[in-house]
Antibody
């Protein structure tokens, strides 16, 4: 059974870099045909796409993050990570990792499954 | 970016009664492969979103048949034929035909009367 689990500091200071890891069990992040992504949800608000990393290493990011986000992978540990630089209070959110499929036409599909999420607060 | 607009913002439903949520996209979600890349999620309190419906009308594994989805192009609807207590939460639509960024609707909160 595929499971994803986020981990990382729950508190980050303004202007610093937020770093989170998603540990995947039950499937390999190098398996073809899947994207591994990050989504966030500010307290009491809706869902925001952060970015996705294809099994081959290609990545997409939300332009609204103005190049602050980086998604990387440690295939030896079957983990992928998010770094978000120069954080502000607006980056306070629950951060989720999740998997997406890809159709034979190259269209990315919906997220399933999701990790349980981890709350990151940006505060001095 | 494709903007996803959900209505209503909230619904209060008597158990056993139907409910309907609308989702409109600013651009067509119909791909040349004939599929509309529109998804519905339910987020229960304190939990991550769970996939209900994929590609407009396909119920995900284990989703009760009281949930149904319809639509094409830019207009989509999620219907619950008979709302049950376990259906409370926030429902989100999401498009994946264009990224980045993949975009979500603002959510519809469903509660029981």
């Amino acid at each position: 059974q595929l499971q994803l689990q986020e981990s990382g500091p729950g508190l980050v200071k303004p202007s610093e870099t937020l770093s989170l890891t998603c540990t995947v069990s039950g499937a390999s992040i190098t398996a073809s045909g899947f994207y591994w992504g990050w989504i966030r949800q500010p307290p009491g608000k809706g869902l925001e796409y952060i970015g996705s990393r294809y099994y081959s290493g290609n990545t997409y990011y939300n332009p609204s993050l103005k190049s602050r986000a980086t998604i990387s992978a440690d295939t030896s540990k079957n983990q992928f990570s998010l770094q978000l630089s120069s954080v502000t209070a607006a980056d306070t959110a629950v951060y989720y990792c999740a998997r997406q499929g890809v159709t034979i036409f190259g269209v990315v599909t919906g997220y399933h499954p999701w990790g349980q999420g981890t709350l990151v607060t940006v505060s001095s | 970016d494709i903007v996803m607009t959900q209505t209503p913002l909230s619904l209060s439903v008597t158990p056993g009664q139907p409910a309907s949520i609308s989702c409109k996209s600013s651009q067509s979600l119909l791909h040349s492969d004939g599929k509309n890349y529109l998804y519905w999620y339910l987020q229960k309190s304190g939990q991550p979103p769970q996939l209900l419906i994929y590609e407009v009308s396909n119920r995900f594994s284990g989703v009760p048949d009281r949930f149904s989805g319809s639509g094409s192009g830019t207009d989509f609807t999620l219907k619950i034929s008979r709302v049950e207590a376990e259906d409370v939460g926030v429902y989100y639509c999401m498009q994946s035909i264009e990224l980045p960024p993949l975009t979500f609707g603002g959510g519809t909160k469903v509660e029981i009367k």
